[in-house]
């Protein structure tokens, strides 16, 4: 097939750390096909030159001589903060079946599809500000260049990299330059992981990158912004808690929120404007399905999150992607609009699911068509009440397992009566290329359970994806996430 000319400038976002990080010209963040453990052992003592003592929203650089340089490709995994499965798949369904010429965003040069490395220990409003400086100027140098007047941007964001999509395009006018931003898995609301991070950080064997990332504000603005902190009986936002957390600086909290709230209002001032209201539109990947923490309790000075709602959000909003709620994965003003796409599939690979790369292609294509005003309406979209009813696979899983210990998986099959057959695994390794191991879960009660014990103990970082043994259009969709084992 012929590719489709791209009109427009397209441009890959990544989430939290997601970008590699350089100083001096050597890496100080690149744990692209690495595990944690992996990135802690090889960087060492440099992880503490990512430490933030301040940031100043109006530099694109700061003076510890750190700089983003480009987007990690590779899956890589931070327990209990992110795992991601890379954006080589992202990028080549726009290589692939479009006529784009890549470029990079900071060079002066003809060019219309960019991948955005950014500096993600930073205040997202930073890289907001970094993001609208670059595309002002390749946004007017592609029209000029190819006589494109209309051409406009689209942004593909994943998780974080959504939330300085939102403030490049609601506080700093980006708007008016935008067709479409696509988000994927972007905690709008905010997340409960970043909560407990900052609050309990992880294990002993990272309590080093623990203290890097209770210094970011990035990681501060991932935290929620609604009322879900149960103390005593009521719930509270964090950042107007009415006592002391551990751990969480209530002035950075109280900061994070703000940031929220000046997209918040950016959004509102702008609903009286008729020329927005027909500009860009948002399509949000929504994940689902997905063992995924709701609220947290704060009790005898420990905070504790866990799966209960807070009290009055409706029980259909109770799952995820395993890292962002349901409810948190809509933007606010988009709450009754149902434009969002459901997937049952875990944060982390939402960006590489074939279904969402197919019904995106289609979204993209309409969207180059000529002599359309508006953005035609998005392929195969569902709404609310199918997004309960897909068949799906509930993943449940550690990210982070010692060698010595047993490694145990546990799967349900929601939504469909029919006769999928056993669920299946297969387990790769991303460290060690071409290894892999493929085994069956076994029933027991209603759930699914892979138990793995000496079958995986090689140290490293591991693919997972299941399926059921029986496939076809009525089958669930297969699930992937990342988990990793440590001596």
């Known amino acids: 097939m012929p590719k489709i000319k791209m009109h427009d400038i397209v441009v890959i976002l990544p989430g939290i750390t997601g970008s590699v990080l350089q100083k001096d010209g050597k890496d100080v963040w690149a744990v692209s096909g690495q595990a944690a453990w992996q990135a802690l052992r090889t960087l060492g003592d440099s992880l503490q030159w990512l430490k933030l003592k301040g940031d100043d929203p109006n530099a694109e650089y700061l003076d510890d001589g750190i700089k983003a340089t480009r987007l990690v490709d590779d899956a890589h995994l931070i327990p209990g903060l992110v795992k991601i499965d890379g954006y080589t798949t992202t990028a080549r369904l726009i290589t692939d079946h479009f006529e784009v010429i890549p470029g990079d965003i900071r060079e002066d040069k003809k060019a219309?599809?960019?991948?955005?490395?950014?500096?993600?220990?930073?205040?997202?409003?930073?890289?907001?500000?970094?993001?609208?400086?670059?595309?002002?100027?390749?946004?007017?140098?592609?029209?000029?260049?190819?006589?494109?007047?209309?051409?406009?941007?689209?942004?593909?964001?994943?998780?974080?990299?959504?939330?300085?999509?939102?403030?490049?395009?609601?506080?700093?006018?980006?708007?008016?330059?935008?067709?479409?931003?696509?988000?994927?898995?972007?905690?709008?609301?905010?997340?409960?992981?970043?909560?407990?991070?900052?609050?309990?950080?992880y294990k002993q064997q990272f309590l080093d990158l623990t203290e890097v990332m209770r210094s970011l504000p990035s990681v501060y603005q991932l935290m929620p912004i609604y009322k879900m902190l149960k103390i005593g009986n009521d719930y509270h936002r964090i950042a107007e808690a009415p006592v002391e957390i551990p751990y969480i600086i209530k002035e950075r909290a109280e900061d994070a929120l703000k940031f929220h709230r000046e997209i918040e209002d950016a959004v509102n001032r702008h609903q009286n404007d008729a020329a927005y209201l027909k500009s860009y539109k948002i399509i949000p990947i929504v994940g689902t399905k997905q063992t995924t923490f709701q609220s947290a309790n704060f009790n005898a000075g420990q905070l504790t999150v866990n799966l209960e709602?807070?009290?009055?959000?409706?029980?259909?909003?109770?799952?995820?992607?395993g890292t962002v709620p349901y409810l948190s994965a809509i933007p606010i003003e988009?709450?009754?609009?149902?434009?969002?796409?459901?997937?049952?599939?875990?944060?982390?690979?939402?960006?590489?699911?074939?279904?969402?790369?197919?019904?995106?292609?289609?979204?993209?294509?309409?969207?180059?068509?000529?002599?359309?005003?508006?953005?035609?309406?998005?392929?195969?979209?569902?709404?609310?009440?199918?997004?309960?009813?897909?068949?799906?696979?509930?993943?449940?899983?550690?990210?982070?397992?010692?060698?010595?210990?047993?490694?145990?998986?546990?799967?349900?099959?929601?939504?469909?009566?029919?006769?999928?057959?056993?669920?299946?695994?297969?387990?790769?390794?991303?460290?060690?290329?071409?290894?892999?191991?493929?085994?069956?879960?076994?029933?027991?009660?209603?759930?699914?359970?892979?138990t793995l014990g000496d079958l995986l103990q090689a140290p490293g970082l591991y693919r997972l994806?299941?399926?059921?043994?029986?496939?076809?259009?009525?089958?669930?969709i297969p699930v992937s996430s990342l988990f990793e084992v440590v001596k």
């Open 112 to 201: 219309n599809f960019f991948e955005f490395p950014y500096d993600w220990r930073r205040d997202n409003r930073a890289n907001a500000k970094i993001l609208k400086k670059y595309l002002d100027l390749r946004l007017k140098q592609w029209r000029k260049e190819t006589g494109i007047k209309d051409a406009k941007v689209i942004l593909m964001a994943h998780s974080m990299g959504g939330l300085v999509s939102r403030y490049y395009l609601e506080v700093l006018e980006g708007w008016r330059d935008c067709k479409a931003l696509i988000t994927f898995g972007t905690p709008y609301r905010g997340s409960l992981n970043a909560v407990n991070f900052l609050a309990n950080g």
């Open 465 to 476: 994806k299941v399926q059921t043994e029986k496939t076809g259009a009525q089958a669930p």
């Open 334 to 450: 988009l709450s009754s609009e149902y434009r969002e796409t459901y997937i049952p599939g875990q944060h982390g690979s939402l960006q590489n699911n074939d279904k969402v790369l197919g019904q995106l292609l289609e979204r993209l294509k309409g969207m180059q068509v000529q002599g359309l005003g508006v953005i035609r309406d998005p392929f195969d979209v569902e709404v609310s009440p199918k997004a309960a009813e897909q068949p799906a696979i509930s993943l449940t899983l550690d990210d982070l397992y010692l060698a010595d210990e047993a490694i145990e998986v546990r799967a349900k099959i929601l939504n469909t009566d029919r006769d999928n057959g056993k669920l299946k695994a297969k387990i790769e390794s991303v460290s060690v290329k071409g290894k892999s191991l493929n085994v069956d879960f076994q029933e027991q009660n209603g759930e699914w359970v892979l």
């Open 309 to 321: 709602l807070p009290t009055g959000i409706d029980s259909l909003l109770g799952d995820g992607d």
